[in-house]
């Protein structure tokens, strides 16, 4: 993927992506900030939603149910250094109707675990 085709992606994903964000924005304790070059959502703190740098979603839950997701959906698993992520999902773009409910259901998994 080009440069040019990554800027594009990475900007039609914001446009999926921030009329989501600014729900969960709403939320005591939640705020966006950086990571893997890219901002994230986070819930006091610890991130539960963000875009790759090439537009995609990312959401962590808990790994039972993200092998329930990979199983039933076309979420894949976060693969970081040769090793695949268990909390950690992707959503492609052309998935972007079950983005709501997965950034939904971040934001409870992560909320619940951090103090």
Do not use: C, N
């Not at 959502?41 to 995609?56: E, H, M, P, T």
């Not at 999902?89 to 409870?108: G, I, N, R, S």
């Amino acid at each position: 993927m080009s440069e040019t085709e990554r800027a594009a992606a990475k900007r039609r994903g914001h446009d999926l992506f921030d009329p989501i964000a600014e729900r969960h924005l709403a939320h005591d304790g939640v705020d966006i900030g950086p990571i893997f070059g890219s901002e994230g959502l986070r819930i006091r703190g610890k991130i539960f939603a963000f875009l790759s740098f090439d537009g995609q979603l990312v959401v962590k839950v808990p790994a039972e149910r993200a092998s329930e997701l990979v199983a039933t959906t076309p979420a894949r698993r976060m693969v970081m250094r040769e090793r695949e992520m268990k909390e950690w999902l992707f959503f492609e773009q052309t998935d972007a109707a079950l983005w709501p409910a997965a950034v939904d259901e971040a934001f409870t998994y992560v909320d619940r675990i951090t103090p």
